[in-house]
């Protein structure tokens, strides 16, 4: 199944399921209001939105879609946990501030909280209150989880993923290495995290989501040029092993979302999911770094296709603005 | 008002007023199904929640409340912010571990995201894997936020303030140095955090909540023994700092949970809200420390009395369990 938010005026807005082609949808709202009360009860709930996808793809109902009314499928979630599982881009990232690794960057997945009331949708403007704040965007792929309980195993974790989507978890670059030296972690350095039109259950995926990863390349676009390709698979830790991580001293409830961290490929040829990382290339290349941050105007598009062409979960396309 | 999450087989439970002795509560169902949904649409629903207090004090209504069936406040929220606005107790924490201070300690509030989506109430077990993890309770007072909106000023973020609660605010001890040196913040070292049994409107505290803070002690008890009664008020940054950092790249939902950090005083003879508190200053007076951390059986009460002894939120009292 395809699922997204449109807004309907109401916080958590209202579930529709969306045809494989995206062309048309169907309100869930006979079944529950929102995707959130889906994730609630999913196990009683789910197999009623698939009988209403089946009678869309029937063509029996269903109206035709229409995506710039989409939020971020849950629009405030009651948690968003990133991990940094392609340790590529912690490698680079760090080496372009100076700082040290982590001993045990390969086995102890590195994970933060973020906030996680205040989603931003696929084609919300992005706010930019200075631009000396650094915005850079990070192409992610993420899981909305079921509840989840605290201590399981990797191989048991996976079984929680209702969902997978696409993220981009801004970040405010110029900010973090003050918020870092702290030792609290991101906080300000992390404005709100968008989210891609579509929520797919993992079986939409097929062959591609094995081995607890999704297994195809995420493109990230800058003003409509393509900037980057990496392979999504290449995460050192799988989605499982973060789950496990995540559970490891407590429980995450039904619609927690957790990420990848920023797709990173070791071939510099496939390119980036964020602008850090073309910064610190240029750097180690050349000793000169010619790409800047973000700024109002700049318009960041991020999205995932199939062998066959087809845009997966829609794309995240985004403008930034002086705000 | 006074306002409680009675357990009914819900996610969010359901909503209670109760009455100035806590000896009665009338349930809020009429109005609305649970707090979040009240905080959603404070401004409408609160008068009528006012009205039920009314009818409850005249003892028109309402039954004998049973606080053995109350959760937290807010089950699940949609966001966990902790400020560390004791800096007392950070420069004992930092020493105890050997880690730097902050440069900007006195300018720049310390912060960090929480886990929210599944938060202990007042009366749960702790659950403990590992004895060796090192677990301390941390006491604090929070307050539950409306919406709040990116970029307010200090004076304009307590406009938001909707309820003051009491907080626990666990932390595994043992898993915090290698989990910082990370670079990320806490996360495992984390555990679920506990609430107290009431929730106040502003009001209730009259003149004990002055310039952003709760001015009352916070008493911390450990297996029935008094181990702290440091000033809630000694609080170097307000209420209304702490939430216009928290807003400074990103806007808040209603229903958010922000904690003021260990309450913390730098007069040692007002004893601690938390246990390595008391290590390092053993560390200190003596070289030896002779304080464990939790194990299995012990009980940690947390609750904060008025000039008149009446027992504002109720006791956070919970006892530490293996599993």
Redesign the interface.
């Known amino acids: 199944m395809r699922l997204a938010t449109r807004s309907d005026g109401s ?1 958590d807005g209202e579930l529709v399921i969306v045809s494989a082609r995206h062309d048309r949808w169907v309100s869930a709202r006979g079944i529950v209001p929102n995707l959130q009360t889906a994730l ?1 009860s999913w196990d009683e709930v789910a197999p009623k939105l698939q009988e209403l996808d089946r009678d869309l793809a029937l063509g029996k109902l269903g109206e035709p879609s229409a995506f710039a009314e989409l939020r971020a499928p849950l629009p ?4 968003w ?1 990133d991990g ?1 599982a392609f340790v590529q881009h912690i490698e680079l990232v760090r080496r372009a501030r100076g ?1 040290a690794l ?1 001993d ?1 960057l390969l086995t ?1 997945p ?9 989603l931003l949708g696929p084609h919300d403007d992005v ?1 930019l ?1 200075d631009e000396a ?1 650094g915005l850079d965007f990070e192409g992610e792929v993420a899981v909305v989880l079921g509840d989840t309980p ?2 399981l195993s990797p191989s048991r974790a996976l079984d929680h993923v209702r969902l997978i989507v696409l993220a981009n978890d801004w970040t ?1 670059r110029q ?1 973090v290495p ?1 918020e ?13 995290t968008s989210f891609s039109p579509l929520a797919l259950t993992p079986d939409e995926l097929g062959p591609h989501f094995r081995d607890g990863r999704v297994q195809l390349p995420l493109r990230s676009f800058l003003n409509g040029r393509l900037v980057g390709e990496p392979e999504a698979g290449e995460m050192h830790f799988s989605f499982g092993e973060l789950i496990a ?2 559970v ?6 039904a ?2 979302l957790l990420g990848s961290g920023t797709v990173s490929n070791r071939d510099p040829a496939r390119g980036v999911s964020c602008l850090v990382e073309q910064r610190t290339r240029e750097q180690l290349d050349s000793g000169t770094v010619t790409t800047g941050y973000l700024k109002p105007g700049d318009r960041v598009r991020i999205e995932m296709l199939d062998p066959t062409g087809a845009n997966l979960f829609g794309s995240i396309e985004q403008t930034v603005v002086l705000g």
Request: glycine share 14%; charged share 20%.
């Open positions: 916080r609630d405030r979630a009651y948690e946990i940094s700082a982590p045990d102890n590195l994970m933060y909280q973020g906030g996680s009331g205040c706010p209150a704040w605290r201590g405010l900010l003050a870092l030296a702290k030792g609290f972690g991101f906080f300000v350095s992390k404005p709100a991580h995540a490891r001293t407590r429980s995450l409830t619609g927690t």
